[in-house]
């Protein structure tokens, strides 16, 4: 049975699922975005190069949502009915879903991400049923780090196989943060 399309409040923010008209603030925030989203969120950016795309990428955003594959939210500010960002759930094997969120540049620092995290982190549990949350951020992304760590996630020491996730000279480049019940 699929999960309801409730939003999730905080004391500044609303986090909901996306609809039909959403879908030009949706596709600004990417265009707008574009060059610093592209290393973390090419998949995204690629599905909506146009703002003509956006819609086609809302619906498919709900129609994961009723499988259960994918939990997609834009996160608005409650106080201005700003348009902020995205935050997602992925489900995945064992019990463990994984986290992605970006916010708009202009977004950043206020506290936001840490806020909308700590929602989606009651989400996955309570309402998902996860048993486990992880975050995977760059390791140069000192930011994306303190807000999975304040969020209470532990750094997850680095797989010892290589992988595209290190260079060949053992550098890794991302890092794992996990949550759990």
Not at 20 to 32: G, K
Not at 90 to 106: K, N, R, T, V
Not at 143 to 154: E, S
């Amino acid at each position: 049975m699929p999960l309801p399309r409730t939003p999730l409040l905080t004391a500044r923010l609303l986090l909901r699922p996306y609809e039909p008209a959403d879908a030009y603030a949706f596709f600004e925030l990417l265009h707008q975005n574009r060059n610093r989203l592209q290393v973390s969120f090419p998949d995204r950016l690629g599905t909506v190069p146009t703002a003509a795309a956006a819609p086609a990428a809302l619906a498919a955003f709900a129609t994961d949502w009723h499988s259960g594959r994918f939990y997609v939210l834009g996160i608005w500010c409650r106080g201005t009915g700003a348009y902020l960002g995205d935050i997602c759930l992925m489900p995945q094997a064992s019990g463990q879903a994984e986290i992605g969120y970006y916010l708009a540049q202009a977004a950043e620092g206020q506290g936001y991400a840490r806020e909308a995290l700590a929602a989606v982190c009651a989400f996955g549990f309570e309402t998902v049923r996860a048993r486990q949350l992880l975050i995977r951020c760059f390791a140069d992304n000192d930011r994306g780090q303190a807000v999975a760590l304040g969020a209470g996630f532990r750094a997850e020491a680095p797989p010892k196989r290589f992988g595209w996730f290190r260079t060949t000279d053992g550098v890794d480049l991302i890092r794992r943060f996990v949550r759990e019940q």
